[in-house]
């Protein structure tokens, strides 16, 4: 009976304790609440916005712009009009390079690092004037380590900002820490990204576990205390 009581408190504090890489949750960013030219920076970690919104959902995600210039090309942007087809307006993510030197149409990026990382598919909508735009998913931060997937996106209007009505989905194997968006300065904008990122697991989980492992380790020192000695 004690041998039975024993494996089976093992096995439960096996499967308990491993749930945890399972655990996921689906994100999504749809930039509300950010004011009009506000670099999103830190809000999507629980932080603030450049103009001090937040503090945001901490997702453990992060907007910043490359090492050369150090600038967060990624701003929230509130248009007069909201755009046709997008999926949530009215603000959505503008390429926008907060160097007044740079000229509109000039490509640049801006990096979205996840910290936890994220896997399975990315998704966004997006709509890009005369301009094609990429993204491409990374393994490491700022867009280092093993490319993982890239998309090429046409533009979707020459005149105005017209999104896509349809969403784009790239899936990949392996777990991304970061997205590289690029496109022409002022000429590409992005909504409603979407990514799945590992969520830690219960407490009530891991104390139910290291509970099952506690009984086991018990009923293993009881069973060696009540062996019969060999003389």
Same mark, same amino acid.
């Given at each position: ?23 996921? *949750? ?5 930039? *509300? ?64 390079? *907060? ?99 590992? *969520? ?32």
């Amino acid at each position: 009976m004690n041998r039975t009581i024993r494996m089976l408190a093992f096995a439960a504090a096996i499967v308990l304790v491993g749930l945890k890489p399972v655990v996921a *949750e689906q994100v999504l960013l749809t930039f *509300e609440g950010l004011k009009n030219g506000e670099a999103v920076n830190n809000y999507y970690a629980g932080g603030n916005g450049s103009l001090g919104t937040g503090p945001g959902p901490n997702y453990g995600i992060t907007f910043t712009g490359p090492v050369v210039d150090g600038q967060n090309d990624a701003i929230a942007y509130i248009p007069k009009t909201a755009f046709p087809n997008d999926p949530s307006p009215p603000t959505v993510l503008l390429l926008a390079s *907060e160097l007044s030197v740079i000229p509109a149409g000039q490509r640049i990026s801006a990096y979205m690092n996840v910290s936890p990382g994220f896997s399975g598919s990315l998704g966004w909508y997006y709509a890009a004037i005369d301009s094609n735009a990429t993204v491409q998913i990374y393994s490491g931060m700022n867009g280092s380590g093993t490319l993982l997937a890239s998309k090429t996106l046409p533009f979707t209007s020459q005149t105005i900002g017209i999104f896509d009505p349809n969403e784009i989905d790239v899936s990949f194997s392996g777990v991304a820490h970061s997205a590289v968006f690029s496109g022409g300065n002022q000429q590409v904008a992005f909504d409603d990204i979407r990514l799945t990122i590992p *969520e830690p697991a219960s407490p009530v989980l891991l104390v139910i576990g290291g509970g099952c492992a506690l009984v086991y380790r018990r009923f293993r020192r009881d069973d060696r205390r009540n062996a019969p000695r060999v003389s």
